[in-house]
């Protein structure tokens, strides 16, 4: 397998209190160019897994390896983008764009690079100007672009759409699929959309209330590009899977508040 989960486990120790386990016996494998969706209550270690898969975190316990190579730290090999944009304010969209690439490749291919993958999301008109210059949705897809420039074997999203308009979340959506479905990147995809999931996925991961584990494995066997008539059984069985776990959630927060 491209991308092997295997046995991953992932604690957190809190001052003064017990440890948290946010990952328990986590094995998943990806193959090469699919795109897989991680769905989950909130809490239940969705980023954490996700954070592992780029090197900037370690598994307590398990491994994760990439094209047969153990993933120990950060590297050119991931990309990742977030739930933020996380722009250089004083630099243009270009800049940013070309930022990554400045000790991998010289100011010619930068510079390529930058035009060809702000072309692909749009943004063409734009090279010169500044984040703050740009609405939300703009912002990320300068960060995709940004992303898709270091050419990674795999592409990390965390909630990239989550703070935007459902407009924009829309033609964003959009957007990331024709990308996928132009260069076959293998991505793995952070959200807490159903449909979102289900539109753009090859394969839908969900997984439990704390500690994380995974509990089901949908595979979405729908034609491309899908439309809402034909994912609605799928999500109504999806959010039955869900609806327990987010019970769960709600329970262990009432015991807590309880507690206090």
Known sequence: MYLDINKVTKSFQRKDEQPLQALKHINLQISEGEFISLLGPSGCGKSTLLSMMAGLSMPSSGSISLDNKEITEPGPDKSMVFQEPALFPWMSVKENVTFPLRKRVNKQEQEKKAVHYLKMVHLSQFTGNYP??????MQQRVSIARALAMDSKLLLMDEPFGALDEQTRHVLQEEVEKIWLDTKKTIVFVTHSIREAIKLSDRVIIM?????????????????????KDMAVMEEDIMTILKTEIENVMKEELQYAGSL
């Not at 703050?132 to 949705?137: A, I, P, V, Y």
């Not at 439990?208 to 809402?228: C, N």
Request: charged share 30%; glycine share 12%; aromatic share 4%.
């Open 132 to 137: 703050h210059e740009l609405s939300g949705g």
């Open 208 to 228: 439990s209330a704390r500690p994380g584990t995974i509990i089901s494995d949908f595979k979405v066997d729908l034609e491309r590009p899908r439309q809402q």
